[in-house]
Structures are given as structure tokens and as C-alpha cells.
């Protein structure tokens, strides 16, 4: 019986290491602000990935504070100050696993011109099996993607409905002329799959709508294994 005892605290044991050493933390979920700052991998099962990883969120931290000195360069030069609310910045964490890590952007600018920019920027996606941002079109098969295709054709099916189906509503028949060429992408747990927003100008920005596609739906389309597994996962632990 002793034995017996032992045995099994012996596999507990090596399983609670296990789960351990497969454990992915990212820090900070979100950051937000003037200069608002990338998450890094604090924990990950493969030290050469993490290191790889993290080197590419640095770049972007490197980025955004180069946008925010040129932001600030281009107001001085217009004879123009920088306000509290002149530039921000929001980064959060919406998908982590040891296969992929999603982050969303979003920004409020203003830096000389016609109008502010805001809204959301494109996400970015890393696949953690390569320590490389996903690059979507080789995710999808050929059609899936770019001006009047598949994703184009689903995301006008179902605008409406996001819309409420109101008549009334002007940005239907603004999005329904829209051919869609470009969307954003990325992974979110709360969601159980993948979201899409198109990118569009500041003219229809206020008619954009985000949609929520899931692993069966996007079953014919996806090309790469392992974002079919993802997605499976994420849909099983919503």
C-alpha cells in the first residue's frame, strides 16, 4: 500500500512538471497610453522561440515609439502642439497557447491633417511553433482572401444581421457596394474563433462591424493544420 501511495505521488508529481514546463505567460494582458508597450513571452516551453518572440515584440515597441516621435515632429512642423489626447495607444493580449499568441491594436491619432485616425489597427498573430508573425494568406487557401472573395462574400452575407436588419440603415447599402479587399484577423478565446473587421477609410470606419467566424464554418477554407486545431480548441473551451 505504501508503495502503491508512492507511486502515484511520484506521477503527480511529474505530471504537475510536465504542465509546468508547457506552461505559455505573457505579460503585460494590456497596455495602454501616449506610448503604450508590447506583452513578452515571461514563460515558454522552448527558450529559442521565446527569445525569437520576444525580439519581434521589441521591434514593434521600437515602432510605436518611432510613430510617436514622428507624430510629434509632424505637429511642431505645422505649428501645432501635442495634446493629452493627441496620441494613444491600446495593446491587449486576446488569444494565448502554445501555438499561437493574437493581439489587438487600437489608436487614437492625431497628428496634422483633415481628421484624426482611430479605430482599430491591423493585429498581430504569432505562430509560437515558428517564433514568426502568421502571415493569413498562407493560412487560407487561394480565393479565401483579397478584394470580392470568399471571406469578402460571407462577411457581406451576414452584415446585415450585424446591423440589426434595419432598413433605414445607410451603411448597408455602403458595405454592400464595398468589394472588401483587405480585412484584419486575429484569434480570440472570449470569442471561441476567429474575428474579421474590414479595413476601410475614415469615411465608412463608423459602419465597420466586427464577425466572428468559428472552425466549421472556415473548415473549407483553411489551409494550415495547426490553425484548424486552434480553432477547434478555442471553440471547445468557450
Known sequence: MRERGVCMLTFLLLASTAHAADEVIVSPNKSAGEIAHYPRLTRFPDAKIQI???ELLAARDKREQEDHAWCQTNL????????????FTAIEVMHVSPRFLSIAITGEYFCGGAHPNHGPQEPL???LSQGKEVDWVKEFKPGFLGENGRLAAIYHKRYPTLRGNDPKDDCIEVI?????????????????????????????????????????????????????TELRTIKARK
Open 76 to 87: 511642431r512642423e505645422n505649428h501645432q502642439k501635442m495634446e493629452k489626447d493627441s496620441y
Open 125 to 127: 498573430t504569432i505562430d
Open 176 to 228: 454592400r457596394t464595398d468589394p472588401l479587399s483587405s480585412f484584419n484577423i486575429k484569434l480570440v478565446s472570449k470569442e471561441g474563433g476567429l474575428v474579421v473587421e474590414p479595413q476601410e477609410p475614415f469615411a465608412t470606419i463608423a459602419c465597420m462591424e466586427t464577425l466572428v467566424l468559428q472552425a466549421d464554418e472556415l473548415a473549407p477554407y483553411i489551409r494550415d493544420a495547426n490553425l484548424m
Open 52 to 54: 525569437r518572440v520576444n
